[in-house]
């Protein structure tokens, strides 16, 4: 079974330590991209819940072409450790470059 | 320079909406969650609730049909955002397993207790249950090593005076008073104890879907379990035959699902500090409600032992200078 997508959102960042909402969704379109919650709006608000959960932070913020921000987020040692908890190794695992 | 102004800006839009959405979010459900109070009590005023015997035949009855319902309008919710697959795999990680323990004690002890304490002590049971912020704060100190700032202290030293200025006249006519403020500080012992528990990481959980499953567990258990146990089984169909207490109790499961929905959004957005301390408003509205439409009296001690309990439940879980700063 999948993860949860806020738990894979985290799981993503785990594994890359940083990267923009695009490429978030990117990574996990092969798994999620089908299902009628795969939108930037709630990828915007997976990224923002974790950050005001104090397990990940805004590195840094750009306007793209269509003078849309793009933000670029950073997991904290906070969010390392919860997911080291709570993620199974899995999951973690895939693709890992933590 | 124009470009660096203008991502600037936008960034500041976004956080502004941000926090706008996590406050409004917290302010309606403390709003939302006076409603579902009033109307629990309302739906209680109809046969075969009005009739019932047994203390806690008709609060478990009540609790168990309205987060039931309110947990079906949740599905509703999440089937239109496409979300349903996700209680299964939120319920697959060991968070997920949390919100289900939280929701044991939060649902079928705290609900139950709430009702039965408004059952018994009426409008006064509802600003005693708001010392849950106290009883969190109080458990993390205990199992999560969070020790309190004087600012704590300070703020559960006032709910703690709110409470007793509550209690020191007790209104005519009601022998099971005090039985009933009793039943309310298991309430709040018991939210206390559901935050600190569904909060183990509960952070990295979609909060729709953790609120979803929270509603649907609580329902399922106190109806199949704590009702048949408290001998109400009778009771809680002939509640569902009846008609009007079934429908006010679906409008009420929906207020409690909105409630909840805006309460964990809140604590999300904001910060559990922040949500909590917009939440445990629903205290002023439960009472206001209450003299309003079910013709509660409003006595001096309640009037002012209510205004301390917010303030303090405000101080305990945040400096109310957060709420007017501005955002940086």
Same mark, same amino acid.
């Given at each position: ?16 330590? %940083?990267?923009?909402?695009? %490429? ?43 003078? %849309? ?30 | ?10 960034? @500041? @839009?976004?956080?502004?909406?941000? $926090? ?14 006076? &409603?579902?109070?009033?109307? *629990?009590?309302?739906?209680? =005023? ?22 039931? =319902? ?5 599905? &509703? ?5 496409? $979300?349903?697959?996700?209680?299964? $795999?939120?319920?697959?990680? !060991? ?31 509802? +600003? ?6 106290? !009883? ?9 090593? @969070? ?23 007790? +209104? ?41 499953? $929270? ?31 079934? =429908? ?12 909840? =929905? ?25 009472? !206001? !409600? ?25 101080? *305990?879980?945040?400096? +109310? ?8």
């Amino acid at each position: 079974m999948l993860l949860p997508v806020r738990t894979a959102v985290l799981n993503y960042l785990y594994q890359a330590g %940083e990267a923009d909402i695009s %490429e978030i969704m990117a990574a996990l379109r092969p798994m999620y991209g089908t299902e009628k919650q795969f939108s930037k709006k709630m990828f915007m608000e997976h990224v923002m819940s974790l950050e005001a959960n104090g397990l990940a932070e805004l590195k840094s913020y750009e306007l793209n072409q269509k003078n %849309e921000l793009e933000l670029r987020y950073q997991i904290n040692a906070d969010g390392r450790v919860t997911a080291e908890k709570y993620i199974p190794a899995k999951f973690r695992q895939k693709g890992g470059k933590s | 320079m124009k470009s660096m102004n203008s991502k600037y800006i936008e960034m @500041q @839009q976004l956080n502004k909406k941000f $926090r706008v959405t996590g406050i409004s979010s917290g302010a309606i459900s403390g709003l939302t969650y006076g &409603i579902y109070t009033t109307l *629990v009590l309302l739906a209680g =005023l109809y046969e075969p609730l009005i009739s019932a015997v047994g203390l806690l035949a008709v609060p478990f009855v009540t609790s168990g049909l309205n987060d039931f =319902l309110a947990g079906l309008w949740l599905l &509703i919710y999440n089937g239109g955002k496409g $979300r349903l697959k996700e209680i299964g $795999r939120s319920l697959n990680t !060991f968070p997920g397993k949390m919100v289900v323990a939280g929701a044991l004690v939060g649902g079928p002890v705290a609900n139950g207790a709430y009702l039965a304490g408004l059952a018994m002590a009426g409008a006064y049971a509802i +600003p005693i249950s708001a010392t849950c912020s106290l !009883f969190g704060a109080l458990f993390a100190w205990i199992f999560l090593k @969070q020790k309190p700032t004087k600012r704590v202290v300070l703020g559960m030293i006032i709910v703690v005076v709110g409470a007793i200025t509550i209690n020191w006249v007790k +209104p005519e006519g009601s022998p099971n008073f005090t039985m009933g403020i009793i039943c309310a500080f298991i309430a709040a012992v018991s939210w206390g104890l559901e935050g600190v528990i569904s909060s183990y990481g509960g952070s990295m959980l979609d909060t729709d879907v953790a609120v979803n499953i $929270r509603e649907l567990v609580s329902g399922i258990v106190t109806m199949l379990i704590v009702v048949p146990l408290v001998a109400a089984f009778p009771l809680l169909v002939g509640t569902v035959k009846a008609g009007m207490p079934l =429908l006010l109790l679906g409008l009420s499961g929906l207020s409690a699902a909105i409630s909840f =929905l805006c309460w964990y959004k809140a604590n999300s957005m904001v910060g559990c500090a922040i949500g909590m301390s917009l939440n445990v408003t629903y205290a002023f509205w439960g009472v !206001f !409600f209450c003299v309003l439409f079910l013709g509660e009296l409003l006595t001096p001690t309640i009037v002012a032992g209510s205004v301390i309990i917010v303030l303090g439940a405000i101080i *305990v879980t945040m400096n +109310p200078l957060d709420l007017i700063k501005k955002e940086g």
